[in-house]
């Protein structure tokens, strides 16, 4: 367990801001579950917060979730971009029509499947999603920079933490992520 900046034991106090723990070095075994849990909810909380915060920022282009899911799964069908976005069919039926009509996707045979087919991102769709991945980084970082309160510590800290929470592999149930 390391600790810097502290003139107190993080854990003394169940009530302090999550911001408050900067600069503290510990593993989350020296704090009570209860604590962890706290943060984490807070962690969740926070990070929804920042993404609408971005998106009334930011005018977004038709069905960029649907493309950032693309980048995330890979080729992958109608019904199972339909679930992992927790729409209907439809729904992502008409939202992959629109965005094979701007020609950010194209549909092709499903090799395991001949009833269906696969969608995958077209050389456009992923420029049409790094530039808007690239406007929300600018978007945060001007947010960022308004506050020389942290350093490039905490925000690398930051993305590694929410990096391996969503990388590290987990048998899926409800509940789970």
């Known amino acids: ?36 849990e706290r943060l984490a909810s807070e962690l969740v909380v926070q990070a929804a917060r920042l993404v609408r915060a971005v998106r009334r920022a930011l005018e977004q282009p038709t069905g960029t979730r649907a493309l950032s899911l693309l980048d995330e799964l890979g080729p992958a069908t109608v019904t199972q971009l339909a679930h992992a976005d927790r729409c209907s069919q439809p729904t992502m039926t008409g939202t992959v029509r629109t965005l094979v009509e701007h020609g950010w996707v194209r549909r092709r045979p499903n090799p395991d499947d001949a009833r269906s087919s696969l969608v995958e991102l077209t050389g456009q769709g992923r420029a049409v999603l790094e530039e808007t991945r690239r406007a929300h980084g600018s978007a945060v970082a001007a947010r960022l920079t308004r506050d020389n309160r942290f350093g490039v510590d905490e925000l690398a800290t930051a993305v590694a933490v929410l990096k391996e929470v969503l990388d590290a592999p987990v048998a899926h149930s409800r509940g789970s992520l």
């Open 1 to 36: 367990m390391f600790l810097t900046k502290a003139t107190r034991w993080p854990w003394d106090d169940s009530h302090r801001p999550a911001s408050q723990y900067i600069g503290f070095r510990c593993n989350l075994r020296c704090v009570s579950q209860p604590e962890v």
